[in-house]
């Protein structure tokens, strides 16, 4: 998809389909007045049949426009004349690019950034149309014979009132630059476990490596993490044929001692269960379980393709869980990098066996933050459902700032508390802690797990089994938290 800023005025603009906000009480947006005066108070007509109220996410297309270059014109509702949330926006932008399935249209000019956004300004406007409308183009046809989808459309234009043009080319490379980062996360989720491999993982990395030369790519093998004493990763990958890769990322864009921002994601690319073996329904969806791997190689690619003036390093430790012969069993005590031995009572309690060696191993960067992402816990889902991520640390400063990131890119966190009293569940009669922590507060005991590895710096968690995917018809990976993480970058950016 190609986004571009669109200076040319309404009355001599080209396209197949020019994008307007309309109010209630037939009320029209600066665009939409200004198109209905060039096309001899077409839109008025519109709306005074009564098709479109002008509610929030209605949309109308006039398919033929007499007498212009613009071939036609979608209304769209805004709801009441007022600023809108950014919900709301979000809704209508939503509604409009959907109003286009199916339909032959090519090139659009959209021009709803005309309507004014509670906390929202022009930048904010323009990334939220090309991420909402690169979202919803997105299908996943890698494996279909039938390369077609829904959408014909090929360059989106964005219009915005003068005064707030320039904000225009920085929201236009952020927006592109966390789209496609979204995009790229989003891929990478759909594709299944047995393309997907922490191989490929590695080699999408080097990919991203060769493409960026402000990002440098290594791969620790086996063999080095053997020697690195990571017996809690080397566990799960014992029960599987793919080798595990510990993926390194380190994009260095800021000044050379400022330390760096130390990304972790979780890059399971199949979740079995191991000898915990899962029940059967809904297995398939477990090639999710490297999301969190996916967002740190969108989120580098973000910062990298937007040059942010930071360092980053992203983490990605990757295998598969599996039942074998040789694979963890319950009972089993392992030794982790730290020193730490931990009592496997539940082989499917992977997640963070990969993540706490990860983290001591994030201790040699002397990271500012570090900040994990996992599809950790069934728990999460219970608690939060799909609309927010789970969210604990050790630093509130750290948490806070998620947070803040979190309303702006519109991708929801609820903190949950790491408090001292939860650790009792993680006690193992033979080891220094346990694997799992019984039943209740599931996503809590897993970041307790985690806590216990993350004592020598500022460090928060995002466990992102609800938000990572959709399931039932519209199965797929969502990109999250790609736009989060992307946001908080900028914010420590510039902010
Ligand atoms: N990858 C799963 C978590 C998961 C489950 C994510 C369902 C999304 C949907 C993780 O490795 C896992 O299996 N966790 C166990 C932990 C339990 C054994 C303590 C779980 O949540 O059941
Ligand atoms: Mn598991
Ligand atoms: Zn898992």
């Known amino acids: 998809m190609e986004y571009d800023i669109e200076t040319e005025p309404l009355e001599t603009l080209h396209c197949d389909c020019l994008i307007v906000g309309v109010y209630q009480n037939q009320q029209l947006s600066a665009s939409a007045s200004s198109v209905n005066h060039s096309t001899q108070g077409l839109i008025n007509k519109i709306l005074s049949r009564g098709d479109i109220s002008g509610k929030n996410g209605e949309t109308v297309l006039i398919n ?109 490379a952020q927006g592109k630059a966390i789209a496609e980062g979204i995009s790229m996360a989003k891929l990478l989720g759909d594709l299944p476990g047995n393309i997907c491999t922490p191989t490929y993982l590695a080699e999408k990395a080097f990919e991203l490596g060769a493409k960026y030369p402000s990002l440098d790519i290594s791969v620790l093998e086996e063999s080095d993490m053997e020697k690195l004493g990571m017996g809690a990763l080397l566990s799960v990958s014992r029960g599987s044929r793919q080798p595990a890769k510990l993926i390194t990322l380190d994009y260095r ?99 963070r066996l990969l993540l706490c060696d990860t983290l001591t191993y994030a201790e040699r960067f002397n990271p500012d933050v570090v900040i994990d992402m996992a599809t950790l816990t069934g728990a999460c889902l219970v608690a939060l459902g799909r609309v927010a991520s789970g969210l604990l640390g050790n630093n509130d400063a750290l948490c806070n700032d998620l947070i803040a990131a979190s309303q702006i890119s519109n991708d929801s966190l609820w903190r949950l508390p790491l408090w001292e009293e939860y650790q009792e569940q993680l006690k193992s009669n033979f080891a220094d802690l346990a694997n799992v922590g019984g039943k209740d507060a599931g996503t809590i005991t897993a970041a307790c797990f985690l806590s216990q590895f993350a004592e020598n710096f500022h460090w928060a968690h995002l466990d992102i089994a609800g938000t990572a995917w959709r399931t039932g018809l519209t199965k797929g990976a969502t990109g999250r938290p790609v736009p989060l993480l992307s946001q908080y970058l900028i914010n420590r950016a510039y902010g």
Do not use: H
Request: glycine share 10%; aromatic share 4%; net charge negative.
């Open 253 to 351: 864009g800021g000044e050379k001692n400022s330390k760096p921002i130390v990304l972790i994601g979780k890059g399971l690319t199949f979740d079995a269960g191991g000898i915990s073996l899962k029940q059967a329904p809904g297995m398939d969806e477990m090639k999710y379980d490297m999301c969190g791997g996916a967002t740190v190689l969108g989120v580098l690619q973000a910062a990298a393709q937007m040059q942010l003036p930071l360092n980053i390093i992203g983490l990605i430790p990757s295998s598969e869980n599996m039942p074998d012969g040789d694979a963890n069993k319950p009972g089993d005590i392992l030794i982790s990098m730290s020193g730490k031995t931990i009592e496997v009572l539940n082989t499917d309690a992977e997640g």
């Open 64 to 172: 033929a426009v007499p007498d212009s270059a613009i071939e036609r014109i979608l209304l769209v509702g805004l709801g009441e004349n007022k600023p809108l949330s950014s919900k709301n926006f979000r809704k209508a932008l939503l509604a409009a690019i959907n109003s286009l399935k199916k339909t032959q249209i090519k090139s659009v000019v959209c021009c709803l950034a005309d309507c004014e956004v509670i906390a929202g300004d022009g930048q904010w406007k323009i990334r939220q149309i090309i991420e909402v409308f690169n979202d919803a183009v997105y299908q996943f046809t890698t494996f279909k014979s039938d390369k077609e989808t829904d959408f014909k459309v090929e360059k989106i234009s964005i219009t915005l009132p003068e005064a707030e043009l320039g904000f225009a080319s920085a929201g236009l």
